[in-house]
C-alpha cells in the first residue's frame, strides 16, 4: 500500500516535498518513482530511482531537472519528492509507484506495479 501526502497550494516559485509512505512490501527491492497527471494531459513520469542495492539510477522529466529532487529511506519505508521553484505548469495529481522490475534509466521510467492515491499540487501565478 501506498499513500502519498504533502500536496497543497502553492505560490510560484515555492517548495514543497511530497512524501509517500510504503507498507506491506521490502521496499529496497523495489524502483519507485513519482508521476504526475494534469487536467485534460496524459499521465508523465516526474522523477523515479533505481532500487537499492543498485548502482542508484535516476530519472527526471527534463522540465523538472534542477528543480526536483527524488530521495529514498528504504528504512522508514518513504519516498520523497523534493520540489523548489515550483511553477504553474507544474500543477497536477501527483502519485508515487513502485515496481519491483521498474526499468528507470536516465532517459526514460516504467514503473507499473502498486501505485498510490494521489496527492494534488496547485501552483499559482
Known amino acids: 500500500q501506498l499513500q502519498a501526502s504533502g500536496g497543497g497550494l502553492m505560490q510560484t516559485g515555492a517548495s514543497l516535498t511530497l512524501s509517500c509512505a510504503v507498507s506491506?512490501?521490502?521496499?529496497?527491492?523495489?524502483?519507485a518513482g513519482w508521476f504526475r497527471q494534469a487536467p485534460g494531459k496524459e499521465r508523465e513520469a516526474v522523477s523515479c530511482?533505481?532500487?537499492?542495492?543498485?548502482?542508484?539510477?535516476?530519472y527526471y522529466l527534463t522540465s523538472a531537472e534542477g528543480r526536483f529532487a527524488i530521495s529514498r529511506d528504504d528504512a522508514r519505508n518513504m519516498i520523497y519528492l523534493h520540489m523548489n521553484n515550483l511553477e504553474p505548469t507544474d500543477t497536477a495529481i501527483y502519485y508515487c509507484?513502485?515496481?519491483?522490475?521498474?526499468?528507470?534509466?536516465?532517459?526514460?521510467?516504467?514503473?507499473?506495479?502498486?501505485w498510490g492515491q494521489g496527492t494534488q499540487v496547485t501552483v499559482s501565478s
Open positions: 530511482i533505481s532500487a537499492s542495492g543498485t548502482r542508484t539510477t535516476t
Open positions: 506491506g512490501i521490502t521496499m529496497s527491492h523495489y524502483g
Open positions: 509507484a513502485v515496481d519491483t522490475i521498474a526499468v528507470i534509466r536516465s532517459t526514460m521510467c516504467s514503473i507499473d506495479d502498486y
